[in-house]
């Protein structure tokens, strides 16, 4: 019969990390303290919209809107940029996909509900495109 290794590298260990910690079943009650009860929420007003006056608040609109000042223009002199990199930097704006997030669309609208009715309305006909990550 084989003898047994004293090495502690060796010897087998459990496979899970969590094999040594104590064990203990959950409990359905949740224990609410005064400190709980007590935290609420202040309300401060109103909240200050980002909606300019002079854009329409067509979605279309909005959206050309937030794009024409989506960058800055490159300064001639003085970006520390030669000119193949700002011609690189132009072309790769000119490049980028016309994309407004949702988050921004409502931020600069007056009416989220009526903004998101319409883009609605705008994906039903097909003039608008909304794009989902999963």
Same mark, same amino acid.
Not at 34 to 57: I, Y
Not at 81 to 108: C, N, Q
């Given at each position: 019969?084989?003898?047994?290794? &004293? =090495?502690?590298?060796?010897? @087998?260990?459990?496979?899970?990390?969590?094999? =040594?910690? !104590? +064990?203990?079943?959950?409990? =359905?009650?949740?224990?609410? /303290?005064?400190?709980?009860?007590? !935290? @609420?929420?202040?309300?401060?007003?109103?909240?200050? &919209?980002?909606?300019?006056?002079?854009? +329409?608040?067509?979605?279309? /609109?909005?959206?050309?809107?937030?794009?024409? @000042?989506?960058?800055?223009?490159?300064?001639?002199?003085?970006?520390?940029?030669?000119?193949? +990199?700002?011609?690189?930097?132009?072309?790769?704006?000119?490049?980028?996909?016309?994309?407004?997030?949702?988050?921004?669309?409502?931020?600069?609208?007056?009416?989220?509900?009526?903004?998101?009715?319409?883009?609605? +309305?705008?994906?039903?006909?097909?003039?608008? @495109?909304?794009? &989902?990550?999963?």
């Amino acid at each position: 019969m084989p003898k047994a290794s &004293t =090495n502690p590298l060796l010897r @087998r260990k459990s496979s899970s990390p969590f094999a =040594n910690l !104590q +064990r203990s079943k959950p409990t =359905n009650a949740r224990k609410t /303290s005064a400190a709980d009860k007590e !935290q @609420r929420l202040e309300d401060s007003g109103l909240v200050a &919209t980002l909606a300019v006056k002079t854009v +329409r608040q067509d979605v279309l /609109s909005l959206a050309r809107y937030i794009q024409s @000042r989506a960058f800055d223009d490159v300064p001639d002199r003085g970006a520390g940029m030669g000119s193949e +990199r700002t011609s690189e930097v132009l072309r790769f704006r000119k490049a980028i996909p016309p994309i407004v997030t949702l988050a921004h669309l409502h931020a600069v609208s007056r009416s989220s509900t009526e903004t998101e009715r319409e883009l609605a +309305r705008l994906v039903a006909e097909g003039k608008v @495109r909304k794009i &989902t990550g999963q």
